[in-house]
């Protein structure tokens, strides 16, 4: 058993810090306040190579491993939760389904400028009325001629507005609850493809979210992901990598909420010393520590096991809901060590808490992680 | 075509050090990163390159267990390191390491430019990249925040305490740059897995066919420590005499 990274793990996570702090935090509280998409950052990712980082680089990609890319969100995400997770959702949820289930011919055309960063990738799966019930999905996919015919509203669609390539899912018969769904790649551009509403969030205020609405959008029957009926499949298959994007941000976030408790706590002076030597504070900041290590080490073991080949969807759950429910909790914390300062604009705790709570929701609730690990377990 | 050398240090990132309770520095857990004027020695070299053409080679001078270093500076846009370690280079004495980096230079690379940082993260000696210069006989410039090349000469804005001097000199030659000459780049992912491919070529002690005399000995180390008594003092002509109080019962100043 062996804890250490190699030395190129640990340049990669150097460099990505290095290009958070020279890129991403000069713009990532203006970012949050004008939910704006930071286009020149992700530029930047994309010019650094970080926007394909686990696919093979015949298709465009690094061709590194998925722990490799786990610990880039997290750095990332240490500065900018919305960054971190513009680029997860575009790595895990948009491209990783194309380069799993995709065919050669889908690769070329789709993953690789989406592996190069010359496009953005979007996933859109949830539904006004299916949110966790994915199969409550109403959206349809009828075959005409060489063409399917998509029809349906997609919601809380991250990326939606930017994105150029979208992923998304339909009932290609809706008679059949298990096999009926099927997945598509859609253009940007495809006619009958509009971006609906823009959500204003509570927190990851940077990254953008929006109704994506089919309306008679036809596209090629080439487009088909996998095969017929292989929707729910490969919707489960995202989820499942895409949980140990999100459980590397949610220790991302937590990693700040500790730094910057760290330097306060030691810079504060009530009662005549540094409120760090109170031991309410050191207990608070003792407790981080040891759960953002323990989520760490889960999501590198989930990020272990999937470049192994082996089952990891039980570990990504853990992983997620762990580190999700240990980030809100300690970004509260670090609230509540900065005091009055921290419920103010300015300081970066008060980002950090509104960004924690999404990862306890987005790529399945807490509630969900713990039906798949209750339904492994029990098994 | 310039061939330019750029020399670099491997150091403990200063954000490692720590003192233990006992006062001591414990470095056992510390992290080590390049020296903070090497990343812009290497990315001036490079920019030249990218200028002029040539060829870009950097060297360092470590103990054997540096090698992550070695791959930091190769990402960093060198296409090939000279790496001269062996175990007992552990501190090092500036005419040392000048001593042995000259022989390797001199011996067995092409240059005609050689860029070193001003000075090191770590000792800040500021020697290694003058001496070197001297036991190559080449001229050296030092506080350089601006360099170019013409007609086989480079051209260099040194930073001084009065002002700015623009000096030339024959290649080849040496500079010893300031951090104000380039914003070194964050290497990119290819970069980093690109370093991990490029030729390194290894010198140990027995290449050099040098003895080796450790001169710098670390009878210990404490670290300065900083103890808040958390006195607050406006600034009233009371005020300024009360703190001038507080710090003679101090002891920091005496009456005298």
């Given amino acids: 058993m062996d804890f250490k990274l190699t030395e190129e793990q640990e340049l990669i996570r150097d460099n990505m810090r290095e290009f958070a702090r020279t890129y991403v935090d000069p713009v990532a509280v203006e970012i949050d306040e004008n939910s704006r998409y930071p286009e020149e950052v992700i530029k930047k990712l994309a010019d650094g190579g970080w926007l394909g980082m686990p696919f093979p680089a015949e298709y465009g990609g690094a061709g590194v491993d998925y722990l490799t890319y786990a610990i880039a969100v997290e ?3 240490r500065s900018c939760a919305a960054t971190g997770f513009t680029m997860s959702v575009h790595t895990g949820l948009a491209c990783g389904p194309i380069a799993l289930y995709g065919s050669d011919e889908q690769k070329k055309k789709y993953l690789t400028p989406m592996a190069k960063g010359e496009h953005l990738g979007a996933f859109a799966l949830t539904e006004p009325g299916a949110g966790t019930d994915v199969g409550a999905a109403t959206s349809t996919a009828v075959l005409d001629g060489d063409e399917y015919v998509l029809n349906g509203v997609k919601t809380f669609t991250s990326n939606g507005p930017v994105a150029n390539t979208y ?15 099927s997945a598509f790649i859609v253009s940007r551009e495809t006619p009958g493809l509009s971006v609906g509403e823009h959500f204003m969030k509570m927190g990851i205020r940077a990254s953008q979210t929006s109704e994506i609405i089919f309306k008679d959008c036809r ?11 292989d929707g729910m499949k490969i919707a489960m298959a995202c989820f499942d990598h895409g949980r140990i994007g999100i459980a590397a941000q ?7 909420a500790l730094d910057e408790s760290i330097s306060y ?14 031991q309410a504070i050191q207990w608070m900041i003792a407790d981080m520590y040891t759960d953002i290590t323990a ?7 989930a990020a272990y096991l999937k470049d192994q080949g082996l089952p990891f969807s039980k570990e990504a759950s853990m992983a997620k809901v762990f580190c999700a429910e240990m980030c809100s909790k300690h970004a509260s914390k670090a609230v509540q060590i900065h005091g009055g300062y921290g419920y103010c604009k300015g300081q970066k ?7 924690a709570k999404i990862t306890e929701i987005y790529e399945g609730t807490s509630e969900a992680q713990r039906m798949v690990i209750a339904g492994n377990v029990l098994r | 075509m310039p061939n330019i050398i750029c020399c670099f240090k491997w150091v403990v990132d200063e954000a490692y050090i720590k003192p233990s309770s006992s006062g001591k520095i414990d470095l056992e857990w510390a992290e080590y990163k390049l020296s903070d004027y090497d990343r812009n020695a290497i990315e001036e070299a490079v920019q030249l390159q990218e200028k002029y053409g040539g060829s870009v080679t950097a060297v360092t001078v470590a103990s054997s267990d540096a090698t992550k270093g070695i791959k930091d500076a190769l990402s960093r846009g060198p296409e090939k390191a000279y790496f001269i370690n062996d175990d007992q280079f552990e501190n090092l004495e500036p005419s040392q390491t000048s001593a042995i980096l000259a022989k390797v230079i001199g011996d067995q690379i092409d240059y005609d430019l050689i860029i070193c940082g001003e000075g090191s993260s770590d000792m800040y000696s500021q020697q290694v990249g003058p001496r070197l210069a001297e036991k190559l006989g080449i001229p050296c410039i030092a506080f350089v925040n601006q360099l170019t090349i013409e007609d086989n000469r480079i051209i260099a804005e040194r930073k001084t305490d009065d002002g700015l001097e623009v000096i030339s000199a024959p290649l080849p030659a040496l500079v010893t740059v300031l951090p104000d000459i380039n914003s070194p780049r964050v290497p990119g992912l290819k970069d980093t897995l690109a370093a991990s491919k490029k030729p390194v070529i290894e010198i140990d002690l027995e290449d050099l066919g040098s003895e080796y005399e450790r001169l710098l000995i670390d009878e210990g180390l404490r670290a300065a420590s900083m103890e808040r008594n958390c006195s607050r003092f406006g600034a009233g002509p009371e005020d300024i005499k009360a703190f001038v109080e507080a710090v003679r019962k101090t002891g920091v100043i005496d009456r005298g």
């Fill in chain 1, 295 to 301: 989520g760490r080490f889960l999501y590198y073991y």
């Fill in chain 1, 265 to 278: 706590s030691k810079q504060r002076v009530q009662f005549g010393k540094p409120i760090s030597k109170n």
């Fill in chain 1, 250 to 256: 949610a220790v991302g976030i937590a990693q700040a």
């Fill in chain 1, 75 to 77: 750095e990332l995400s």
């Fill in chain 1, 167 to 181: 992923v998304t899912f339909a009932w290609t018969d809706k008679n059949d609850k298990r096999n009926g769904m």
């Fill in chain 1, 219 to 229: 596209i090629p029957k080439d487009n088909l992901l996998g095969k017929v009926g």
């Fill in chain 1, 349 to 355: 705790v008060e980002r950090l808490m509104r960004d």
